[in-house]
């Protein structure tokens, strides 16, 4: 099947089969693989990206379902050289380790912030609770979320 999509502002068209996941047709089609691939099972939300401006993990949805709408992955939301304050906060906080959840974990904190910009720690906690993170303890996480909603405490 023919399958358009607007990733972060530029439209992708690719023939795939119907069963492709719009994480694979992000990756192995239109060549964006800051998006990762974690359990294939909507468990850990290394693969969340925003589909029309929603954060979806990208493993439980077909790539043929989101045929005309807009995708942005973690490549789409810096201005060129300059990081989006959430990706900013990231780094600023030492708020990852391995790095492998932190595509998806940004963009869950970018959608969070969305919906509730300035966030006590448990509502972040919350907000982030369908994003695994093996390694940090998520501590730096929660205070990167904080930082770059301006509600550091």
Do not use: W
């Not at 993990?57 to 973690?74: E, R």
């Amino acid at each position: 099947m023919q399958v358009t999509v607007n990733i972060n502002g530029e439209s992708v068209s690719h023939d795939v089969e119907p069963r492709t996941l719009l994480v694979h047709y992000i990756r192995d089609h239109a060549g964006m693989t800051g998006t990762n691939i974690g359990c294939d099972s909507s468990s850990c939300g290394a693969c969340t990206v925003h589909l029309d401006g929603e954060a979806v993990k990208s493993c439980t949805i077909l790539a043929v379902q989101v045929d005309g709408q807009d995708v942005t992955t973690i490549e789409g939301l810096a201005d060129g050289e300059t990081l989006h304050p959430m990706q900013q906060a990231f780094h600023e906080n030492h708020a990852l380790q391995c790095g492998y959840c932190t595509p998806g974990m940004v963009m869950a904190a970018v959608s969070l912030l969305d919906e509730c910009p300035d966030p006590t720690e448990e509502q972040v906690r919350e907000g982030l609770e369908g994003n695994l993170c093996r390694c940090t303890g998520y501590h730096n996480i929660v205070q990167a979320v904080l930082e770059a909603s301006g509600s550091t405490t």
